[in-house]
């Protein structure tokens, strides 16, 4: 079936450091979503990334949408304690409008 | 005003029970999703509901039934409740359920079966 695979699982990182997290979908997708989870919390909606290409910017975050359309990264410049959570991507297809999920990547600020 | 809203928070019970979980939404919105997060975070949808149809169902164990009784409205029905039910369960609503939709979730319920 159609998959969404989500890399890496976890991710440690000294604060102010980068991280990046990394989707890639079996099939095209028509749109990639991201989702952001606080630890206890919900998903909350970040951003949407609908065409070829598109790169979108939210302060220290950037969003970005593979040419073929079948793969998505977010990256954090200088995390701050405030990014810890888990992160999701999650697409749909043209041919369903069911949301694919990945497993998600947690971000670990290491004290 | 909270958007989607769900109870309880907490639902700590004994193998063997039924329970139930509650969910509104007042964001005017026409499609309702049930999600169940496991210990490792990965987010599996169950039901869906448009307009108090049932859209998608999931292979999910027949103990498990959602009801809708209006769109604003979409609540899960456990029986006979088992060790592996216990997960956080999210509610989560959307526009219309098309396409380009963002989801938004209530705050889940815990669900602890001993």
């Not at chain 1, 989500?6 to 989707?23: A, L, R």
């Not at chain 1, 952001?36 to 970040?46: A, D, M, Y």
């Not at chain 1, 998600?104 to 004290?111: C, F, V, Y």
């Not at chain 2, 039934?65 to 039910?85: M, Q, R």
């Amino acid at each position: 079936g159609q998959q969404v695979m989500q890399i890496p699982q976890y991710q440690h990182v000294q604060e102010g450091e980068d991280f990046t997290t990394y989707c890639n979908s079996s099939t095209t997708l028509s749109n990639i979503q991201w989702y952001k989870q606080r630890p206890g919390g919900h998903p909350v909606f970040l951003i949407q990334l609908v065409k070829s290409g598109e790169v979108k910017k939210q302060k220290r975050l950037t969003f970005q949408f593979g040419e073929a359309k079948k793969n998505s990264s977010l990256h954090i410049t200088a995390t701050q304690t405030t990014d810890v959570g888990t992160y999701f991507c999650a697409g749909q297809t043209d041919s369903n409008y069911q949301l694919i999920w990945g497993a998600g990547t947690k971000l670990i600020i290491k004290p | 005003d909270t958007a989607v809203s769900q109870t309880p928070k907490y639902l700590v019970t004994q193998m063997g029970n039924d329970k139930s979980i509650k969910c509104e939404q007042n964001l005017g919105h026409d499609t309702m999703y049930w999600y169940k997060q496991d210990s490792k975070k990965f987010l599996k949808i169950m039901f869906s509901y448009n307009n108090k149809e049932l859209i998608i169902n999931e292979t999910v164990p027949n103990r498990f039934s959602p009801k809708s009784p209006d769109k604003a409205h979409l609540n899960l029905h456990i029986n006979s409740l088992e060790l592996g039910d216990s997960a956080v369960y999210f509610c989560a609503s959307s526009q219309s359920g098309t396409a380009n939709e963002k989801l938004f979730f209530g705050s889940g319920t815990q669900l602890s079966v001993l």
